[in-house]
């Protein structure tokens, strides 16, 4: 009877051991994918600040070179109204919306 006892204790024991082995493997796992969905969703927000800097770059060199060109036009032809300051202003709207 006391062996029955010992051999109950220890599968018992066994089984508890592998059980909490599972649940462990279980929750390593969900950690981990959490951590790899969180590293690409921050990859993708630095990549995002990425494309607005680049944008804000774009906007601003256009704005500069629009400039030039309307003092270029102005001195060729004082008669013509290229409306580049139109352009300017709308695309300095844009840029305060984003």
């Known amino acids: 009877m ?7 204790t220890l599968m018992s024991g066994v089984f508890v051991s592998i059980m ?4 462990i493997m279980l929750v390593k796992r969900g ?14 927000l ?6 607005s800097k680049s944008i804000w770059k774009l ?3 256009t704005l500069i070179m629009a400039k030039v ?3 270029q ?13 139109d352009i300017a202003s ?5 840029s305060n919306k984003s």
């Not at 006391?2 to 109950?8: D, F, H, M, R």
């Not at 909490?20 to 649940?23: A, D, L, N, Y």
């Not at 060729?76 to 409306?83: A, D, G, I, R």
């Open 2 to 8: 006391p062996q029955n006892e010992i051999l109950i």
């Open 90 to 94: 709308e695309l300095l709207d844009d």
């Open 20 to 23: 909490s082995g599972i649940v």
């Open 73 to 85: 036009t102005e001195k060729e032809h004082p008669t013509l109204n290229s409306n580049l300051e």
């Open 31 to 44: 950690w981990a994918k959490k951590d790899k969905e969180e590293k690409m969703m921050n990859d993708i």
């Open 46 to 51: 630095d990549k995002i600040d990425d494309l």
């Open 59 to 61: 906007k601003k060199t």
């Open 69 to 71: 060109l309307d003092e």
